[in-house]
């Protein structure tokens, strides 16, 4: 149980600090960094999965044009989503980019009500008011909708909706999307490097590792999330999410003086808010769900 705890929270701690990666490898645009990032995700998965034996799966997959039509479609949207955050960590949006991670919750319980038809109770409704009131107030605030917030919240709770009904397990499963971009990303990335505008054409010796180097820092977390996910409870893994979109907000105001004033966090305290009261609703549900113990 402690290792599992350790684990998950390893995973979350590790997506916190993505920002500092992004920001070091800047000097690639951040669709270089996307194509990076899925070739090398690709082949790092591919050489785990073979180690661990267990590739026997793909030649039943090939043959499912549904299943690989769903596939399509999250890869489409994790790409998007890596994309969008690539691009607002390196353009001073990391603030945004946090915001977006304390929605996703709040936006994976909507999903379950339109899409999977769970009822929710009144103390969920009540987070997601909330959460809409601080969305609100920050849209009022700043005179714009946090769209890149709400992008990235909107294009994780879709995936996750997706990965959620799929019968592929978590390394399987990237495994298959980055296989399925492939098509794509490597004539991109070979084009993009003969033309000779690519990271790989510069020559920096020291950039390309950093780029190479996106494939295990995607994998890492991955195993280390679906080793815990595995072996803690639903609740206690809610709450350990909020270490990363917490720590990326911490990078965005005190290491990179991103502005937040006191109206901006008047926003976030509301969805805050709206996350204490579904992370303790659910405690409350779990505890009084479980069986007595026996004497």
Not at 1 to 21: D, E, I, Q, R, T
Not at 117 to 145: I, M, Y
């Amino acid at each position: 149980m402690n290792h599992a705890v350790l684990a998950a929270a390893a995973a979350y701690f590790m997506w916190g600090l993505f920002p500092l990666y992004f920001k070091q490898v800047a000097a690639a645009q951040p669709f270089e960094i996307v194509l990076h990032r899925a070739v090398w995700s690709m082949v790092f998965l591919l050489i785990v999965l073979a180690a661990m034996r267990r590739l026997a799966w793909l030649r039943d997959v090939l043959r499912r044009p549904k299943l690989l039509g769903l596939f399509a479609l999250s890869a489409a949207l994790v790409s998007g989503n890596w994309l969008l955050y690539v691009w607002a960590v390196n353009n001073d949006r990391v603030v945004d980019a946090s915001l977006g991670y304390f929605i996703n919750p709040l936006v994976y319980v909507l999903l379950g009500w339109l899409v999977l038809h769970e009822r929710l109770r009144r103390a969920q409704w009540a987070a997601v008011a909330l959460a809409a009131l601080g969305v609100l107030w920050l849209t009022w605030q700043g005179a714009q909708v946090p769209w890149v917030a709400l992008a990235l919240a909107a294009s994780f709770g879709l995936y996750g909706l997706i990965r959620k009904t799929a019968p592929l397990g978590t390394l399987e499963g990237l495994a298959l999307e980055t296989l399925l971009l492939a098509s794509l990303t490597v004539p991109l990335l070979a084009a993009w490097t003969w033309r000779g505008d690519s990271a790989l054409a510069t020559g920096d010796p020291s950039l390309v590792a950093w780029l190479v180097f996106a494939g295990p820092l995607t994998a890492a977390p991955l195993l280390l999330f679906a080793y815990g996910a595995r072996r803690i409870t639903l609740t206690l893994l809610g709450l350990l999410q909020y270490i990363g979109p917490t720590l990326q907000l911490v990078l965005g105001v005190w290491l990179y003086r991103e502005p937040f004033s006191g109206s901006r966090l008047a926003g976030f305290a509301l969805i805050w808010a709206a996350l204490a009261l579904y992370s303790a609703e659910g405690w409350w549900v779990s505890r009084r769900a479980a069986p007595a113990p026996s004497h």
